[in-house]
């Protein structure tokens, strides 16, 4: 049943204390699951003494119950039942991958009836707070090993959306297609990663054409693959011309994620069908809601990959508060990989946060973080000009100056040719270090 | 599921330029069911894994699951009750390939046949000898001069290919010893000038395409 109104569903502006009693009774739901299902779960509580029985609590829950991670899962893969082991419940239908990012893609065994309620209390909730509505058509680069594009292609069946599919896949390669398809089709909605509406504009340009023509039609960015900062929404939506640009953010190892509603206030992670929890990246201890810290993901929905207090590589800021738009649940902010932050002056630093500050002296702009371990203090930066007479070119100092107040430390700036911004595979690679090879500019 | 889903998909004319194919429900449904039928004669049971390793995009490949294409109702491989990866097929990706294939053990890999030299390069050895496990290879052309991509079969594990033509919605079902099968229910066929022509009985396409099969009569045989 497809609703009229702002929500998908009434459980969108519950109170807390319902929520918290949801959390708590699925909680205790799925950690038998877990224990009963799957082999990976059992064997790691029985060495940590646990049972079922022993968890009657949510602080119970975070006291005892052990995180895992990437790395465990990848070992455990190798070596056992792909469909049992997190307790999948057959037959199994289909499989996703992760990304792949980090190193060796871990793998998710998936059924129908678990596919069926995600879609359902996740994903419907996410594209409608999206405002992706029956009748639309919408973009999208079909991967079918990836767990969110399986599922925005059952939101498209359930909601009553027409798919415009390009041929490929989302690698540069393609970009021609994309732009075809869009110029041919005019969908109204489109379903991607920031840097494809990027490549595309350039594209665009290349033939002639106006970012605003090519993207006529299109009202709604959805983009996942890295956060959309303030300034890349107002560039993108200045650029292109939509009404708004919404920002898909989650991981597919924890299964948890959703959008921004259209305050854009942070991603809202349903508090029905995950726990989210925040520690320190050094300690592991845990955080107060509104802290940056390793988020902890349990998925609160059975039947299909178990998910239960997954250490994730990301950092984030998960706030608990009721949003402007109505909505309860968390409000989470992403910023990168813990693999791409830094320490400086004490803190930890990420490119999201390089984007703030330079977002405030020039505007979005596409830039690589360089050696931040050994750049003696400063921050080094290849920042891209935009086009051929970018007046911010000429603001270096300002940039600096603004890095000094903001973070306590300087930087070094040097301007280049988007091109000569370091790539790897699929993206921009927003923090360098010599190490990983290759050559920056 | 609305009746309003559909899929828009992007094809290549012959010239390289886009074409589209519209395919609501119905469209799908005879997808789904001309490739169940292929999967099946290619040995696909219930409860195996077919690991592909093509573009998600490709009519050999939408029709698998209904996770896979928005408005299709039951995919082939949801008929059959076989469970399904499908992995991109860029030729960079043969490494990711071999690794799912070592880990997943799948009973049959349905492979473009471009993307087979590469995986074979990954592999080191015949890709057929990867994995006992392995009872069917199902090639992907819109060749039909060239159907297996020069591999060679191994004891123990069969060979077909899938023919293709996107304008059609045609898929057809290639053996080693040439003998090809199609679904006559799914698909009209007229042999013209030695050359067989088809459309789909379940979708709205202009008139009759010209496939690369010849034909004598109801006799069709590979180019």
């Known amino acids: 049943m497809i609703p009229e109104g702002e929500y998908y569903s009434r459980i969108e502006t519950m109170s807390y204390k319902e929520l918290e009693e949801i959390q708590l009774r699925k909680v205790k739901a799925i950690v038998r699951y877990a224990y009963d299902n799957s082999p990976f779960y059992r064997r790691r509580w029985r060495a940590a003494g646990i049972t079922p029985d022993d968890i009657n609590t949510i602080d119970e829950f975070r006291r005892r119950i052990p995180v895992y991670t990437k790395d465990d899962l990848r070992r455990e893969m190798a070596g056992g039942d792909v469909d049992s082991l997190m307790g999948t419940r ?62 925005t292609n059952m939101v498209f069946s359930r909601m009553g959306v027409r798919a415009i599919i390009p041929r490929g896949t989302s690698i540069h390669d393609h970009v ?34 106006d970012p605003r023509e090519l993207f006529r039609g299109v009202r709604y960015l959805h983009l996942a693959g890295e956060p959309v900062t303030p300034g890349l929404r107002r560039a993108l939506m200045d650029e292109t011309g939509v009404e708004d640009v919404f920002n898909a953010g989650g991981t597919a190892d924890g299964i948890w994620g959703s959008s921004d509603c259209s305050a854009h206030g942070g991603i809202h992670a349903w508090m029905d069908v995950n726990l989210l929890e925040v520690v320190d990246p050094r300690t592991g201890e845990p955080l107060e809601y509104g802290e940056r810290g390793r988020w902890i993901s349990t998925l609160l929905i059975p039947g299909g990959p178990t998910v239960v207090r997954y250490l994730g590589d990301d950092l984030v800021r998960v706030e608990r508060e009721k949003c402007e738009c109505g909505r309860t649940h968390y409000s989470v902010q992403m910023y990168d990989r813990l693999e791409n932050s830094f320490q400086m002056g004490g803190k930890y630093l990420t490119p999201y946060d390089v984007s703030l500050v330079l977002e405030e002296v020039c505007g979005h702009r596409q830039f690589t973080v360089l050696n931040p371990e050994s750049s003696g203090g400063v921050i080094r930066l290849l920042i891209a000009r935009r086009g051929h007479a970018d007046e911010c070119t000429g603001m270096s100092d300002e940039i600096d100056g603004a890095f000094r107040r903001r973070f306590g430390v300087g930087a070094e700036v040097r301007w280049v040719d988007a091109r000569e911004l370091p790539f790897s595979y699929r993206k921009l690679i927003r923090v360098y270090r010599e190490t990983e090879g290759g050559e920056a500019a | 599921m609305s009746d309003r889903a559909g899929t828009v998909v992007q094809i290549a004319r012959p010239d390289g330029s886009a074409a589209y194919l519209e395919l609501g429900a119905g469209e799908l449904a005879g997808l789904a069911s001309a490739l169940e039928g292929i999967l099946r004669s290619a040995g696909l049971e219930k409860g195996h894994r077919l690991l592909v390793y093509d573009f998600s995009a490709a009519i050999n490949v939408l029709p698998l699951t209904r996770a896979y294409a928005p408005g299709l109702q039951e995919g082939a491989c949801d008929s059959i009750g076989c469970s399904v990866l499908s992995l991109d097929g860029l030729a960079a990706l043969a490494p990711r390939t071999a690794f799912f294939l070592s880990l997943l053990r799948p009973e049959a890999l349905m492979i473009r046949g471009d993307l087979l030299p590469p995986l074979r390069a990954r592999l080191g050895r015949d890709v057929l000898a990867v994995d006992p496990n392995l009872r069917s290879l199902i090639t992907v052309t819109s060749d039909a001069s060239d159907p297996f991509g020069g591999t060679g079969g191994i004891e123990g594990v069969a060979m077909y290919s899938i023919y293709r033509v996107d304008a059609a919605l045609f898929m ?27 459309r789909p009985s379940f979708a709205r396409v202009p008139g009759f395409v010209e496939t690369s099969l010849r034909c004598a009569g109801r006799e069709v045989v590979a180019a």
């Not at chain 1, 793998?107 to 639309?136: C, H, K, T």
């Not at chain 1, 489109?190 to 504009?201: E, H, L, Q, R, T």
């Not at chain 2, 006559?184 to 022509?197: A, V």
């Open chain 1, 90 to 151: 057959p037959p199994v239908s289909l499989y996703s991958l992760t990304s792949g990012t980090t190193g060796v893609n871990t793998v998710l065994a998936l059924n129908y009836e678990f596919m069926d309620s995600i879609v359902e209390d996740l994903f419907m909730r996410q594209f409608w707070m999206a405002r992706l509505r029956p009748g639309m058509s919408a973009f999208q680069v079909l991967a079918g090993w990836h767990f969110l594009g399986l599922t």
């Open chain 1, 176 to 209: 021609g297609d994309f732009v075809d398809a869009l110029i041919a089709r005019r969908p109204e909605y489109f379903v991607g990663m920031p840097w494809m509406v990027d490549a595309m504009v350039q594209e665009g340009i290349r033939r002639g054409l």
């Open chain 2, 172 to 198: 057809a079902l290639m053996r080693p010893d040439g003998r090809l099968s199609y679904s006559r229910d799914l698909y009209e066929s007229r042999c013209s000038g030695g050359r067989l022509s088809v």
